[in-house]
């Protein structure tokens, strides 16, 4: 199986300095001891402040689960299992992140019903990211309201898709996360994928933040 996320804010270089001497708050760390830098690039960006040099358009909603359980679930009989999904990379027309870039980006997962049945899918999936040093990431939800997706069998009319902050190689300050693996879980169910991140790069690491520009968004069409 292959692996298968925008009020625009401009970053000034003004804050990197503040990151790079390890100036800045606590409030959005998860734990005590993170580098005072990376608390602050943390802290503000959870804001929607101008902190890291990488343009956040829009963060993740304010206390926002990071599991697959849904309030308003698709009807169990009907919703789509994970066993009945297929993975991969990538949106209907193709194209993918620019891990380079110094804004957000989207990274798509379109998923395909492999079944025999018609099945829907309704709300936000689970989304944790691991890195290449083992450390995990589960990501936050954006506000958008879920609707419902019926899928028929082999069709791919649906989607994950994730709004990430990439961080440039060349960009000095800002705390990395370098995924490597993508586990999903399909809204409302309690067993994942596991896919390779395709894409390299790196990821402003805000996982500790309650608001951070690499969020997941409810199922969408694909």
């Not at 990431?137 to 019926?150: A, E, F, H, V, Y």
Request: hydrophobic share 35%.
């Amino acid at each position: 199986m292959t692996g298968k996320l925008t009020r625009a804010v401009r970053c000034t270089a003004a804050v990197l300095a503040v990151v790079a001497v390890g100036a800045g708050a606590t409030a959005c760390n998860s734990s005590s001891d993170r580098s005072s830098a990376k608390a602050g690039t943390h802290a503000d960006a959870a804001k929607g402040e101008n902190t890291s040099g990488v343009e956040v358009k829009e963060t993740a909603q304010q206390g926002s689960r990071t599991d697959a359980v849904n309030a308003s679930a698709a009807n169990t009989s009907k919703r789509c299992h994970t066993g009945e999904l297929d993975f991969t990379w990538g949106g209907p027309h193709g194209g993918a992140p620019d891990m380079e870039a110094d804004q957000q980006q989207v990274a798509t997962v379109q998923l395909k019903n492999d079944g025999g049945r018609t099945c829907t899918l309704r709300g936000f999936p689970g989304v944790q990211l691991i890195s290449e040093s083992g450390e995990t990431w589960d990501l936050r939800r954006s506000g958008d309201t879920p609707s419902t997706l019926t899928l028929k069998p082999g069709e791919s009319t649906a989607a994950v898709s994730m709004n990430i902050l990439p961080v440039p190689s060349d960009m000095k300050g800002p705390e990395r996360f370098v995924p490597s693996k993508v586990l999903i879980t399909p809204p409302d169910e309690t067993t994942h994928v596991t896919l390779d991140w395709p894409y390299g790069g790196a990821i402003l690491d805000q996982s500790g933040a309650t608001r951070p520009g690499t969020f997941v968004n409810p199922i969408v069409l694909g």
